[in-house]
Every structure is written in structure tokens, then in C-alpha cells.
């Protein structure tokens, strides 16, 4: 028995994310804010973990340790982030937001805000609690 790809809600939540990063970093664009919606999760990551490590980053990201390489390389030359040496570690860093990082986060939390008030538009409090109670429990299904 086929079903219509659109049928399949797996499906409808991996459409729904790209349609949501498409759309945040056109409006990042817009206003050049010059940084990509990837950028932005990990200095918001960043910011309420800091300081801590590529390692505990890419956990938290649910990004692969290597690929956040090169994001923290155009973020560290933006000179929003710093990367610090951990004692008796040679390999790892810890990292954490510099002074323009806070600052650049803090000056752009409220645009970021209205685009999250924008994708829940026309929700209530309820479906809102429910709907994430649904996608937490696909989560625990899928793990």
C-alpha cells in the first residue's frame, strides 16, 4: 500500500524545519545580519551553556563534532566567540561568547523572538504544550 509522501508525518516535520530556516534567514539576510541560521543556534548554545567544549557543543546541537569546525572558525573571525585551552587537554577548547558575541545576541533576541511568535501564530497556549508533548514522544519513539 503506497502512501502520499505528504501523508507521512516525518515527513511534514522535516518540511515544516526547512520551510521555518528558510524562512529565519531570509529575514537574517534582509536585514543583513550576516550569519546563518546554524550560526545563530550554536551562539545561542553558547551563550546559555558557555563555557563548554566542541564536543559538548556538537551534543547539543545535534550537529556531528567536525562540522562545527568550520562554523566556529567564521564565528571565532567574526569575533563573536573565543576558544580557550582546558587544562591537561590539548585537543579540546572551551568556548564561549566574547563581549560582541553577548552583545550581537542580545541586540538580535528580540527579531529572533517575533520570528518564533510568527511560525506559533494562531495557536493557543494548549495546542502549543500538546504539540510539543507529540514531538517529544516521537523523539523517545525514534531513539
Known sequence: MS???????LFQIEKT???A????QKEFDRIGLGITVDQWVLLKIIEKHQPLSQKELAIQSLRDPASITRTLDL????NYIERAAIV?????YNISLT??????????MKMVDAHRQQSTAGFTQEQLTELKN????IQQNMS
Open 3 to 9: 502512501q502520499d509522501l505528504n501523508d507521512v508525518i
Open 17 to 19: 524545519n526547512k520551510t
Open 21 to 24: 530556516k528558510q524562512y529565519s
Open 75 to 78: 564565528l571565532e573571525n567574526k
Open 88 to 92: 591537561d587537554n590539548r585537543r579540546q
Open 99 to 108: 563581549p560582541a558575541g553577548e552583545k550581537f545576541v542580545s541586540d538580535n
Open 134 to 137: 507529540m514531538l517529544i514522544k
